[in-house]
């Protein structure tokens, strides 16, 4: 096994149930299939998600224990201020309690309607509130993102060209500022290399546009810059990181990712102008400056957090987490998207379901299936989240990749926890014939993944065999 070993042992333990395929078959139904709606507890090994669901450190505990809940000026703040600064570099800062209150009140801020945003590839809620300002968020990364078997060291790059062509399109005062998501989220977890960035820089200075970064992942993406980069190598990962802000006017940033948090995010920039504006509209939706929504001991977990989640040994071990689930399943013949991204693995549906057409929701029926083989649970991105139908023609848009994402939680599941996990899936991967479609009974307008319901096509999985279908990992 080629599993990196934990650079911490366990200090507490929740206890995590294994439901039998019968429970989870009838929650499946229950939920209308869809797994937002199936409770945590019947969850064997849960990879909806890595956002909000690190393990905190001792560290980090006992942090909260020195919460100062003073109402202004709490000396959580200031730690957690200095914290901020010292690694990110910018001026001002200003607590959120998770990041899209951090794009709300940036956009709402700087974006008007009509402009544009562009952004290698937005997050789903930056999309939505730079929207929601009746703006546009444009998707400018490099093509070879949208290819899953592309192997690019940096596949969250933004395409310069296509940046270039844009600002002469629109004109640069419709562009109030341009963002990079590091890493690509949305485009499976890729870093952004630092010439890139550079790049990018350069590109926006002949024109003034601020640069803004999406922070979530910066650590894993400053650590994927020391490994892949030429000239990084040997350099520790928190100078990566100043050197990557010092390009850019700003950052926003939900720490329920890289900050090693439950809840907490922030915004940071050097403007003052738009630090008042965004200051006074922080006080009317969020709370007073110096905790912005949050607690003053959540603000001592999150300064804490960002300082622990440069300890290359951790990297190290997360990336390398992911990394090995990725190999063991390419290993075992199961599609996944390439090159391995830091958060996540993304298995390829259309490939691990070829006779499925995409109106059957591929990607969800195999995150169905797993979950009901294994309670195991990932996350359908596909055409339930992405298809779209086109008012004129009545016709479905399909979307390019089909996928099922297995976020890895921070410190969370241990190298067994996911040699099972790699172990299910080659055994559903070998009877994928099993697995029939599904058809979607219910849909919201909006943001549909959260609330849609299904009902199977056919029923031939239910005669696979095994009631219980926990397989111990081999070592
Ligand atoms: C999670 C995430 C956000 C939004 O943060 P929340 O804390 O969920 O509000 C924004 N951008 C990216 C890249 C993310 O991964």
């Not at 920039?269 to 959540?298: C, H, K, Q, S």
């Not at 290359?312 to 391995?340: A, H, N, T």
């Amino acid at each position: 096994m080629n599993f990196p070993s934990e650079p911490f042992k366990i200090k507490v333990v929740e206890p995590i149930k294994r439901t039998t395929r019968e429970a989870r078959d009838r929650l499946l139904r229950e939920a209308g299939y869809n797994l937002f709606h199936v409770p945590a507890e019947s969850v064997y090994i849960d990879l909806l998600t890595d956002s909000g669901t690190s393990a905190m450190s001792d560290y980090q505990w006992a942090g909260l224990m020195l919460g100062d809940e003073s109402y202004a000026g709490s000396k959580n703040y200031y730690h957690f201020e200095a914290v901020v600064r010292s690694l990110f570099g910018y001026r001002h800062v200003i607590p959120t309690h998770q990041g899209r209150v951090a794009e709300n009140l940036l956009f709402s801020t700087v974006v008007k309607a009509g402009m544009c945003v562009p952004n290698n590839i937005h997050f789903d809620t930056t999309r939505a509130n730079v929207e929601h300002q009746g703006a546009q968020a444009l998707d400018l990364v490099v093509k070879e993102a949208y290819d899953p078997h592309c192997e690019l060291p940096f596949k969250g790059n933004m395409d310069l060209v296509r940046l270039e062509e844009t600002i002469a399109r629109v004109g640069r005062e419709q562009i109030p500022l341009a963002m990079i998501t590091i890493t690509n989220n949305s485009g499976g977890g890729q870093p952004v290399s630092m010439s890139n960035i550079r790049a990018t820089r350069q590109v926006l200075n002949r024109y003034g546009i601020p640069l803004f970064f999406d922070a979530c992942r910066f650590a894993e993406n400053c650590f994927f810059i020391q490994e892949r980069e030429p000239g990084y190598a040997g350099r520790p990962v928190r100078e990566i990181a100043r050197e990557l802000f010092g390009l850019g006017d700003g950052c926003l940033m939900s720490a329920k990712k890289d900050g090693l948090v439950n809840i907490g995010g922030f915004l940071s920039l050097n403007d003052d102008r738009w630090t008042e504006a965004i200051t006074n509209m922080l006080i009317l939706v969020e709370g007073f400056p110096t905790y912005g929504g949050l607690a003053g001991r959540d603000l001592e977990a999150m300064a804490r957090g960002l300082e622990e989640v440069l300890d290359e040994d951790y990297l190290r071990f997360r990336i390398g987490q992911v990394r090995c689930l990725g190999e063991l399943l390419e290993g075992g013949g199961v599609p996944i998207l390439k090159p391995i991204g830091g958060h996540a693995v993304y298995l390829n549906a259309k490939e691990f379901l070829p006779h499925l057409h995409q109106s059957q929701f591929p990607a969800q029926a195999l995150a169905v299936a797993l979950y009901r083989e294994y309670g195991i649970r990932g996350v359908e991105i596909g055409t339930v989240m992405f298809g779209k139908r086109d008012q004129a023609s009545d016709r479905v848009i399909y979307p390019e990749l089909e996928l099922v994402r297995l976020a890895i939680p921070r410190r969370v599941y241990t190298n067994m926890h996911l040699a099972y996990v790699a172990e299910s899936i080659i055994e559903l991967y070998h009877r994928r014939d099993s697995i029939g479609g599904l058809v979607m009974t219910h849909e919201a307008p909006q943001l549909r993944h959260f609330t849609a319901r299904f009902e199977e096509e056919m029923l031939a999985v239910s005669a696979s065999p095994g009631t219980d279908c926990m397989v111990m990992p081999r070592s």
